[in-house]
């Protein structure tokens, strides 16, 4: 079974290693994950894949299709739903099953996946790092304006209009975004913790997916004290 649960985001801590270097983590509630659903690609869904669930939602608050889903695996629907797609693997886990952190018992590093803090309508200062306008002498109040857009718009063959993709103002934040390669500190299985290096995407108390990392390299710098 591949190493993958869902969590909430509890918030930033650190720990302190036994030679007394300062590590700084995040705290992870990771579980416990009901499993739902195993796919089979022999099966009408044509892919490998266990679809887990994290934290129980009121039956009155719950759709019909989803809290019958749910007692297809004798539990109640869940909040939170997501897929760990499998590549040529068989789920050894059974519909109805619970999931726990000690599945990231032997794990070092982990990617986590969240939505980033929203941040609303934000300039281009902010939004992409622009450096403003002079603030010299005959210079309007314009110095965290972007100036222009036109001298860039046109582009042989595609006409003369500002391209879908240009740096300008806009919305900023609440977006998915995937956070790579951080070593996992330490696993806490009776409160269900994980404390993952280094900061994670979204704010305490938001929802996120912790899983192995796929790229991470094995071996460990020699140098500084391994957290």
């Not at 939004?127 to 965290?144: C, I, L, T, Y």
């Not at 290096?197 to 140098?223: D, E, H, M, Q, W």
């Amino acid at each position: 079974m591949y190493p993958a649960l869902i969590g909430k985001k509890i918030g930033m801590t650190q720990i302190f290693a036994e030679e007394g270097a300062v590590c700084p983590v995040t705290v992870v509630r990771a579980g416990p994950c009901v499993v739902l659903q195993v796919k089979n690609i022999d099966g009408k869904d044509g892919y490998d894949a266990v679809q887990i669930g994290f934290e129980d939602v009121k039956i009155a608050r719950a759709a019909k299709p989803a809290i019958g889903h749910a007692e297809r695996a004798k539990t109640e629907p869940k909040k939170i739903v997501r897929e760990i797609r499998l590549d040529d693997q068989n789920a050894d886990v059974e519909v109805g099953s619970t999931m726990t952190v000690e599945l990231f018992q032997d794990i070092k590093f982990v990617d986590v996946i969240g939505t980033t803090k929203g941040k609303g309508f934000a300039g281009g200062v902010k939004r992409h790092g622009f450096k403003g306008q002079p603030a010299s002498h005959g210079v309007e109040r314009k110095h965290r304006s972007p100036g222009s857009i036109g001298g860039h718009g046109t582009d042989l063959g595609h006409g003369g209009n500002i391209k879908k993709g240009k740096k300008m103002a806009g919305h900023m934040g609440s977006e998915r975004s995937t956070s790579r390669n951080h070593r996992l500190v330490g696993i806490d299985a009776e409160n269900n913790l994980l404390l993952i290096k280094g900061s994670l995407p979204g704010p305490n108390g938001g929802y996120l997916f912790v899983r192995k990392s796929r790229t991470a390299k094995s071996k460990i710098s020699s140098g500084g004290t391994g957290l």
